[in-house]
């Protein structure tokens, strides 16, 4: 079955430093990627939508300069964290849409900045 | 506004019962499709079942199956003979277009405690 597989799974930062977080493909080619943020006990909040070789599209107040997303390949989408802080903290996750009707998810990746 | 709305925070159900957990929807798309994802401690998202606007059966896919009522705008999820391994959050979803393409909402979810 289609996988994404995101990497990695738990980090913890300084804040002011970037980290990026890679989410793949294995076994189909993803034109599109949707990145979500989610909070302790809350729902998916869609961050923004990369296109391959395409300018991401991000979602209403979600900054640009701060969450770099970068979709280079058909199987592989990032999404850099820069200049991270405290408040970045939280739980992203990726999902492509495959040939069927299903999104797949990543595994998710913690983030902890301090 | 809400598009997707659950209204249950949290459930709990007795092993090998079967419980429905709320949807509803809104959206003046005819095209739309309706998902429901378990989301474990673990953090993983694992799809369950679709429904697409235009399927006229309820979708079905083992323990799984989705009260589809269209007029009323609800997708509520039925898992039946619940085991302690459901416990878990669950999250309706609506993937609509728009001028940017598709894009998938997600509800607040529903916390369901399976007992024993």
């Known amino acids: 079955g289609a996988v994404v597989s995101q990497h990695p799974s738990r980090v913890i930062c300084k804040s002011g430093t970037s980290v990026k977080i890679e989410c793949r493909s294995l076994d189909f080619q993803a034109t599109t990627m949707f990145w979500y943020r989610q909070f302790p006990k809350k729902s998916l909040m869609l961050m923004a939508t990369s296109n391959e070789g395409s300018k991401a599209t991000y979602e209403q107040g979600v900054e640009k300069d701060k969450f770099l997303i970068n979709h280079a390949s058909l199987t592989l989408s990032t999404l850099t964290v820069t200049s991270a802080h405290p408040e970045d903290s939280s739980f992203y996750i990726c999902?492509?849409?495959?040939?069927?009707?299903?999104?797949?998810f990543g595994s998710g990746t913690r983030l902890t900045v301090v | 506004a809400q598009k997707i709305t659950q209204t249950q925070p949290g459930m709990f159900v007795q092993e090998k019962e079967a419980v429905t957990l709320d949807c509803t929807y809104d959206t003046s798309d005819q095209s739309y499709g309706l998902f429901w994802y378990k989301q474990p401690s673990s953090g993983e998202m694992i799809f369950l079942i679709y429904?697409?606007?235009?399927?006229?059966q309820n979708a079905t896919e083992g323990r799984y199956s989705l009260n589809f009522q269209k007029a009323r705008k609800s997708a509520n999820l039925v898992i039946s003979a619940s085991q302690l391994g459901d416990s878990a959050m669950y999250f309706c979803?609506?993937?609509?277009?728009?001028?940017?393409?598709?894009?998938?909402?997600f509800g607040a979810g529903t916390r369901l405690f399976v007992k024993a």
């Open positions: 999902s492509a849409d495959t040939v069927n009707y299903g999104y797949t």
């Open positions: 979803a609506m993937r609509e277009g728009g001028k940017g393409g598709f894009k998938t909402i």
């Open positions: 429904q697409g606007s235009y399927d006229e």
